[in-house]
Every structure is written in structure tokens, then in C-alpha cells.
């Protein structure tokens, strides 16, 4: 509800398609990684020079995926699970990396991740947007704009959810934000006031580390 933080992440809504397929990259989540990322939590993968990266020294030249934990980090994708053998090796199907994760010797984990820049995602908002009476429309002046993420690291490893949310302190005009706000969560009819102290927005990511970044509207 609008009136209640109930965050869930990047959770995947919508593609031109009609499919949101979620991607297998084996090997670039590192065994050793000791911080954790979460089922719709945005992720970066980066390049290895030989210094330890989250409790991992990871050779020069070697990618590795990391969680965004900064609104200057540009997006890669979204997590939507991982598979190993666990230290017994028995295999593990987890929506999230738990830190420091004990698995079997020379294995590789896979991380799956929802990576197509058109996905559309739904997000909740970590307070009341800022609202111009003079619109009119409830939210609809938010169509456009673009905003940063905030409580990266927030989430559950019971549930292995993200709790991550959009920055309500929207950016700028002309300035570049991580996701691009597409229009008012549909699904949700309770979202009709300007008092609203939380709301739920359809996004796509803005700042990726795919396409070129576009800033937001002028």
C-alpha cells in the first residue's frame, strides 16, 4: 500500500516481448565474495586488477559481478538468482548470494541476471515524491524524470529479497540518474493522492552500462 514501505527491489513488470528472460553468466561471481546480493537487486560487473574486490582478489582482466552500492555506479542488471554446489557438493538453486558462501572446491557459481535495458521494472519509492499542485494529474508530472537508487543493501537473506529502493529526492532536469521513471505502478488503485508517503513506479534502468545513458527530461 501507498501509505506502508513495502520495498521489493527491481522486480521485473513488463517487455516488449512479452517474455522477461533472466540470463546465465557462469564464473563471474567470484566463490569468496563476502558481501550480498540479493533477487532484484541492481548489479555492475567490473574488471579485476589484481587487488581484492568484497574479499576476493580477482586477477587482472577478470570480470566480476558486484552489487550497486552507490548512485555513481552505472547497471549492469538485476539479480534474479544464483546456482552452485555447496561446500558437500550438493547443488543449490538460491535467489540470493549469501556473503562469504562456502562452496565446493573448484566449482563455479552461476548468477542469473535480468540484463535487457527494456525491461521495465516496478520499484517503491523510500518516501513521498515531490509534488507541483499546479499539474493536476496525481503522478503524472513523474513521467520522464529520473531518480537514483537508495537502500542498496537493504533486503532479507532469508527470503533472499531485496529490499532496494528509488531516491525520492528526484534528480535534476538534464541530469543523469540510475533509472528513468516510465509512469505510476497500474496494478496498484490505492495510488490516487498527492499525500501518498511511498509509491510504487514502473522504471527502466537509465545509467546502464549496456546502452548509452540518457539523462533525465528537460
Known amino acids: 500500500m501507498s501509505s506502508t514501505a513495502?520495498?521489493?527491489?527491481?522486480?521485473p513488470a513488463y517487455h516488449s516481448s512479452g517474455e522477461v528472460a533472466a540470463i546465465a553468466h557462469p564464473g563471474v561471481l567470484l566463490a569468496g565474495t563476502n558481501v550480498n546480493i540479493l533477487k532484484n537487486q541492481a548489479v555492475f560487473l567490473g574488471?579485476?586488477?589484481g587487488a581484492a574486490v568484497n574479499g576476493v582478489?580477482?586477477?587482472?582482466g577478470q570480470v566480476y559481478l558486484a552489487p550497486v552500492v552507490s548512485s555513481s555506479t552505472p547497471i549492469w542488471g538485476v539479480l534474479a538468482g544464483v546456482e552452485y554446489l555447496d561446500s558437500t557438493g550438493a547443488p543449490v538453486e538460491s535467489n540470493c548470494w549469501v556473503a562469504s558462501t562456502g562452496v565446493f572446491t573448484g566449482s563455479v557459481i552461476t548468477a542469473w541476471i535480468w540484463e535487457d535495458p527494456e525491461i521495465i521494472y516496478t520499484i517503491q519509492s523510500d518516501g513521498?515524491?515531490?509534488?507541483?499542485?499546479a499539474a493536476g494529474t496525481p503522478y503524472a508530472q513523474f513521467d520522464g524524470r529520473e531518480a537514483n537508487l537508495s537502500n542498496f543493501t537493504s533486503g532479507s537473506t532469508t527470503t533472499g529479497l531485496s529490499q532496494e529502493t528509488l531516491a525520492a529526492a528526484l534528480v535534476?532536469?538534464?541530469a543523469q540518474g540510475q533509472l528513468r521513471v516510465m509512469k505510476l505502478d497500474p496494478?496498484?488503485?490505492n495510488q490516487s493522492s498527492t499525500s501518498d508517503a511511498y509509491v510504487q513506479l514502473q522504471v527502466q534502468i537509465a545509467r546502464s552500462q549496456v546502452v548509452a545513458p540518457a539523462v533525465s527530461i528537460t
Request: without cysteine.
Open 57 to 60: 582478489t580477482v586477477p587482472a
Open 187 to 189: 496494478t496498484l488503485a
Open 128 to 133: 513521498a515524491l515531490p509534488v507541483i499542485s
Open 47 to 49: 574488471i579485476g586488477a
Open 6 to 11: 513495502t520495498p521489493n527491489g527491481l522486480t
Open 172 to 174: 535534476a532536469s538534464a
